[in-house]
């Protein structure tokens, strides 16, 4: 069941189209990561499903109801924390706690509780006098203590330090485990994400470029390092899959991205009679980020999958 679906989903600011006929699907369960370079739509799309935005055109469903049409009783399901979130900055920790509850009928007490000292926060201290992370971190616990189906996290790492972002991470996993959340998440912080995501979605020019479980991603895209005769010609045009293509006298480097164990090899034997030593080494998803990024500002390639 999909907790997330929008359908030729666009948003314009005037001339300038942010999101532009995503066709996304965030599936229940799931701890989707929204990737992508600056200014790709990522913020706008979260703020159109947020009902924070209204689409210009296409739609969005979140928890079955049209994302202009949210309200109160989807809110009380839904946590969003964003980086540039308000918060009531003259009460404490507690007060601010106390303050939210009313909103939610699912508010958890004693989980409220559980959750301040995971995250070592003390109630009795003001919100203004936290520092950033500690702040993000009030934000979560305030977010996360009404047992939201469908958690909404937009560059929820930025400016925390490793120790916090780890608790952070480690806080939500331990949570999504427990609760079976659905979470989006839209982050910079492509090794965080790496840890907590287990689907990947990358977004460029307002379009979702590739969406996929970050297992399948990570098995498709391999570095490959191949040995070949000094005077062999590549192919011209090389195969479309291949991205960052390095080429040094015998040393031939370049990312695949569509391989399979036993194919690829073959292909490339095919390819280029003579080759040797192949070698496929695994990528992190921020090396695979980087090239798909890397390959966006190639003339022709503008994210069109
Ligand atoms: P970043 O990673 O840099 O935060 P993003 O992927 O979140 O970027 P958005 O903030 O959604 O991207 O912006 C997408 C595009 O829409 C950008 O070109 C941005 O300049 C433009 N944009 C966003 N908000 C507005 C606005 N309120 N008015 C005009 N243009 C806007």
């Known amino acids: ?115 301040l000292k995971q995250f070592a926060l003390d109630p009795s201290q003001k919100l203004k006098s936290l520092s950033r992370g500690t702040k993000m971190k009030a934000a979560l616990v305030s977010s996360l203590a009404y047992r939201p189906k469908l958690l909404v996290l937009d560059e929820p790492f930025s400016g925390l330090d490793p120790l916090i972002r780890e608790e952070f991470i480690q806080g939500i996993l331990e949570l999504t485990d427990q609760e079976q959340w659905t979470v989006l998440i839209s982050s910079h912080d492509v090794d965080e994400v790496e840890k907590l995501a287990d689907w ?61 164990e036993e194919a690829t090899e073959k292909g490339l034997r095919k390819l280029l009679p003579g080759c040797q030593s192949v070698s496929a080494t695994p990528l992190s998803l921020r090396e695979i980020f980087v090239i798909l990024a890397r390959d966006f500002r190639l003339p022709g390639k503008g994210g069109k999958s």
């Open 200 to 260: 990947v979605g990358v977004l460029n020019e307002g379009r979702l470029f590739l969406s996929e479980p970050l297992d399948r991603l990570q098995g498709r895209f391999k570095k490959m390092a191949v040995r070949l005769p000094e005077s062999m010609a590549l192919p011209d045009p090389l195969p479309p899959s291949w991205l960052g293509t390095v080429r040094e006298g015998a040393a031939l480097q370049f990312v695949e991205s569509a391989f399979e």
């Open 1 to 115: 069941m999909s907790v997330i679906e929008t359908r030729k989903l666009t948003r314009r600011f005037g001339p300038k189209e942010a999101v532009a006929g995503l066709d996304l699907t965030v599936e229940s369960g799931s701890i989707f990561a929204l990737l992508g370079p600056n200014g790709a739509g990522k913020t706008t799309t979260l703020k159109t499903l947020m009902n924070i935005l209204d689409p210009t055109s296409g739609e969005a469903r979140v928890l079955g109801v049209d994302s202009p049409r949210l309200g109160p009783r989807e809110f009380a399901q839904i946590g969003y924390v964003s980086e540039n979130q308000e918060i009531p900055h003259w009460m404490k920790v507690g007060e601010f706690l106390d303050y939210c509850k009313p909103f939610y009928p699912t508010w958890d007490g004693a989980f409220a509780s559980r959750l």
